[in-house]
T-cell receptor
Framework: GAVVSQHPSWVICKSGTSVKIECRSL??????MFWYRQFPKQSLMLMAT?????????EQGVEKDKFLINHASLTLSTLTVTSAHPEDSSFYIC?????????????FGPGTRLTVT | DAKTTQPTSMDCAEGRAANLPCNHS???????VYWYRQIHSQGPQYIIH???NNETNEMASLIITEDRKSSTLILPHATLRDTAVYYC????????????FGTGTRLLVSP
């Protein structure tokens, strides 16, 4: 149980276009999901906390108008990278916490590799 | 900023125990110690967590010092598939707290 999926697993897009990444909790409901970004040979950096039915909370330095997060249901959160540029190329990872889990454990998706040309 | 300190890298021979240390000298009373690992180009995988008692599961053992200022993750019989970056994270279990990843320890298991 507690499986999180991401789609797509990898995507290549042209500079200036927008890309949407989906994060789904397959066998549980998740009130809260998290979005991370990881550049090559670096650690994961939290971008934002996504709460179902409310606005996301962004970490300092993350542009909320560029990285649009929507958490419209208890099993789906989306991250849209708007007007992507080559410096947005990165590995994007989501995690989700089951609503029923009192330890608030986070389960991670497999990640989405974005390349902007 | 991450509240833990880990060695940058470690080597281990296949079949031997891998002991990964972590310092968390500023840990608060309500914070747990979590361990995750990340195999190349994959999402992090939960390993184990504990508060103050030693913990063991099918993947690993977690030894926390009595003063809780440091801990050691033990992989009893390392395999080549255990090659990964291991992250030690401290986090309270009150509400949906975010995980702050440090630089982790890159463990290389060799034949």
């Amino acid at each position: 149980g507690a499986v999180v999926s991401q789609h797509p697993s990898w995507v290549i897009c042209k500079s200036g276009t927008s890309v949407k990444i989906e994060c789904r909790s397959l066998d549980f409901q998740a009130t809260t999901m998290f979005w991370y970004r990881q550049f090559p040979k670096q650690s994961l950096m939290l971008m934002a906390t996504s709460n179902e039915g409310s606005k996301a909370t962004y970490e300092q330095g993350v542009e909320k108008d560029k990285f649009l997060i929507n958490h419209a249901s208890l099993t789906l959160s989306t991250l849209t990278v708007t007007s992507a540029h080559p410096e947005d190329s990165s590995f994007y990872i989501c995690s989700a916490s089951p609503s029923w889990d009192s330890t608030y454990e986070q389960y991670f998706g497999p990640g989405t590799r974005l390349t902007v040309t | 900023d991450a509240k833990t300190t880990q060695p940058t890298s470690m080597d281990c021979a296949e079949g031997r125990a891998a002991n990964l240390p972590c310092n968390h000298s500023t840990i608060s009373g309500n914070e747990y110690v979590y361990w995750y690992r990340q195999i190349h180009s994959q999402g992090p995988q939960y390993i184990i967590h504990g508060l103050k008692n030693n913990e063991t599961n099918e993947m690993a053992s977690l030894i926390i010092t009595e003063d809780r200022k440091s801990s050691t993750l033990i992989l009893p019989h390392a395999t080549l598939r255990d090659t990964a970056v291991y992250y030690c994270i401290v986090r309270a279990n009150t509400g949906f707290q975010k995980l702050v990843f440090g630089t982790g320890t890159r463990l290389l298991v060799s034949p």
